[in-house]
């Protein structure tokens, strides 16, 4: 890994689990590790349910945009975290991946996204304990 770890997380539509876990990831571990984030086949904005979640949380995801998975982001990546993108998401030799398996909150509203959002927050917090061990 470089000086700094960097995290890409990937769904298929880069407008909720993926874009939720990079607020999170970017807010929580305060620029220690670089966090990218894409969809195999993006939307054109971020689900307004999760943008709302999120504030909730005072991370504001809003102006954020849903970008294309593509190789190269994949290689810069030393962890690769899929959130329901199947086979779509490529694989490369030597990359940690993890798969999140999470409730898609696609047409949900606030209330059924909140849920999805705590168990992400779990899951980043573990995360940056794996890769920010305390020194």
């Not at 054109?44 to 504001?60: R, S, Y």
């Amino acid at each position: 890994m470089t000086s700094r770890p960097s995290v890409l997380f990937v769904c298929v539509h880069n407008a909720g689990r993926s874009q939720m876990a990079a607020g999170y990831l970017t807010a929580l571990a305060g620029g220690a590790i670089d966090v990218l984030s894409a969809g195999s086949e993006p939307k054109d904005q971020i689900n307004p349910a999760a943008v709302a979640a999120m504030a909730e949380e005072g991370i504001d995801i809003s102006a954020n945009v849903p970008k294309i998975l593509t190789t190269d982001a994949v290689r810069e990546s030393d962890v690769v975290i899929t959130m329901g993108c199947g086979d779509t998401c490529p694989i490369f030799p030597g990359k940690r991946y993890e798969d999140w398996e999470l409730d898609d909150p696609a047409g949900q509203g606030v209330d059924a996204v909140r849920p999805i959002r705590d168990e992400i927050r779990a899951r980043i917090e573990v995360l940056i304990s794996e890769l920010l061990p305390a020194s």
